[in-house]
């Protein structure tokens, strides 16, 4: 199980209840603002959203195994000095040959909504299947 807020993650493997296993994953990924963390089962992961990795502000999308945070890859790593809000993670099963997650998050600041589409089959920068931005001003109607 995974415990946060946006500055700290805790990872506790509870298999073992009398000795469980605690890393902070802030510190082990070098990670920061995290905005949004899910599980999913069919893959045995967590995926997190995170704003900061190694001090730089961008989007970045980690996903590591779920009792065993070594075997990790980042699946995004977009430096881009911005910052993001209201980020949003969900999985569409369209058929068993195909998992997708589907990402949704508001860059701060410069009024741009972006969804992004990654492939849950492929562990490579090359996860990036589909990417929308669109301008929008607050005030206005969507």
């Known amino acids: 199980m995974i415990v946060s807020n946006q500055?700290?993650?805790i990872y506790v493997d509870i298999r073992t209840p009398k000795n469980p296993i605690e890393i902070d994953l802030d510190e082990k990924f070098q990670?920061?603002?995290i905005k949004q963390i899910i599980f999913v089962s069919l893959t045995k992961s967590f995926y997190i959203i995170t704003n900061r990795y190694k001090?730089?502000?961008g989007f970045y999308v980690l996903k590591f195994l779920e009792h065993d945070p070594d075997q990790y890859s980042f699946l995004m790593?977009?430096?881009n000095k911005l910052d993001i809000e209201n980020a949003d993670m969900f999985i569409n099963y369209r058929s068993k040959d195909s998992r997708?997650?589907?990402i949704?998050?508001?860059s701060i600041f410069i009024n741009t909504?972006?969804?992004a589409v990654l492939d849950l089959w492929e562990d490579s920068d090359?996860?990036?299947l589909f990417r929308h931005e669109s301008f929008q001003l607050w005030e206005s109607e969507v």
């Open 31 to 33: 990670i920061g603002l």
């Open 126 to 128: 090359k996860a990036l």
């Open 77 to 79: 790593r977009d430096k």
């Open 100 to 102: 997708e997650l589907i």
């Open 104 to 106: 949704s998050y508001k």
């Open 55 to 57: 001090e730089m502000l």
């Open 7 to 9: 500055d700290d993650a």
């Open 113 to 115: 909504y972006t969804i």
